[in-house]
């Protein structure tokens, strides 16, 4: 009987390549305990209910170590991680008229204030929010010191 829970183990590993979360190892896990199982007892329900038991337990109780070491911290990336970054306005951003552009790392993007507010040139503007090809910006207020 313990090819059976052998077989079962690989086809376990395999079907665990296949797929995103990280549930299907401890099932094959188990089959390699109770392969192990199998060769002291050859009562199919001891073994049956051994893969029940321990396959659960793997699962419940690995859960917080498996969340704690995955990632699932999302980076922002591309556009979306220009949001919160200044720029220097290269053209008036004038609302009505639908003009207006800043330069951020380098790179000219149309802009649009927020709250439809005019902007002048050479303006330090922060980007607040991405909407399609457009930066919506709002000026930094400076504080000074008197």
């Given at each position: 009987?313990?090819?059976?829970?052998?077989?079962?183990?690989?086809?376990?590993?395999?079907?665990?390549?296949?797929?995103?979360?990280?549930?299907?190892?401890?099932?094959?896990?188990?089959?390699?305990?109770?392969?192990?199982?199998?060769?002291?007892?050859?009562?199919?329900?001891?073994?049956?209910?051994?893969f029940?038991?321990?396959?659960?337990?793997?699962?419940?109780?690995?859960?917080?170590?498996?969340?704690?070491?995955?990632?699932?911290?999302?980076?922002?990336?591309?556009?979306?991680?220009?949001?919160?970054?200044?720029?220097?306005?290269?053209?008036?951003?004038?609302c009505?008229?639908?003009?207006?552009?800043?330069?951020?790392n380098?790179?000219?993007?149309?802009?649009?204030?927020?709250?439809?507010?005019?902007?002048?040139?050479n303006?330090?503007?922060?980007?607040?929010?991405?909407?399609?090809?457009?930066?919506?910006?709002?000026?930094?207020?400076?504080?000074?010191?008197?």
């Amino acid at each position: 009987m313990w090819q059976f829970w052998l077989i079962a183990a690989g086809v376990f590993f395999i079907a665990e390549i296949f797929t995103v979360g990280f549930l299907i190892f401890w099932l094959g896990v188990a089959a390699l305990l109770t392969m192990i199982v199998s060769f002291f007892t050859s009562n199919i329900i001891i073994q049956t209910s051994f893969f029940v038991i321990s396959s659960g337990l793997l699962i419940l109780l690995t859960k917080p170590f498996v969340n704690k070491v995955a990632n699932n911290e999302t980076i922002p990336t591309n556009v979306f991680s220009m949001i919160g970054k200044r720029a220097i306005v290269v053209q008036d951003i004038k609302c009505i008229e639908g003009l207006g552009q800043i330069k951020v790392n380098g790179e000219i993007w149309s802009a649009e204030g927020i709250n439809e507010t005019d902007i002048p040139k050479n303006s330090e503007v922060e980007i607040v929010e991405i909407k399609g090809v457009k930066a919506i910006v709002e000026p930094i207020k400076l504080a000074y010191k008197n």
